[in-house]
């Protein structure tokens, strides 16, 4: 079973760059570039924000993505219209039921 991440794990870490591994191709840099919590009183809910290069562009799909400090992850990734031009911005969604 995949690790559940939350929020904290990630606020360490912003501004920092990790690495997407698309299949059949070599390691894309994105950098964690914002983080939004939309928990509620019954849902912890957040979501990640990574900038990269406009090339390559990679679809929504669930990705491995390393970071130096993290280790290894699983995330679904996908691009995300912000219109910005200077990169191309990434968004992975997480939601837990709070245990009430």
Known sequence: M??????D???PHLGSTFEVWPKDTAAVPIELFEIN??????LDSFSILFKG???PV?????YKVTHA???E???????IHTGKTDAVYYQAIFSALRNV
Do not use: C, I
């Open 58 to 62: 990679f679809r929504h799909d669930t």
């Open 2 to 7: 995949s690790r559940q991440w939350k929020l």
């Open 37 to 42: 919590d939309n928990s509620s009183s019954s």
């Open 69 to 71: 400090l993290m280790g």
């Open 53 to 55: 290069k406009t090339d």
């Open 73 to 79: 992850l699983e995330l679904f990734l996908g691009p």
């Open 9 to 11: 794990d990630f606020v």
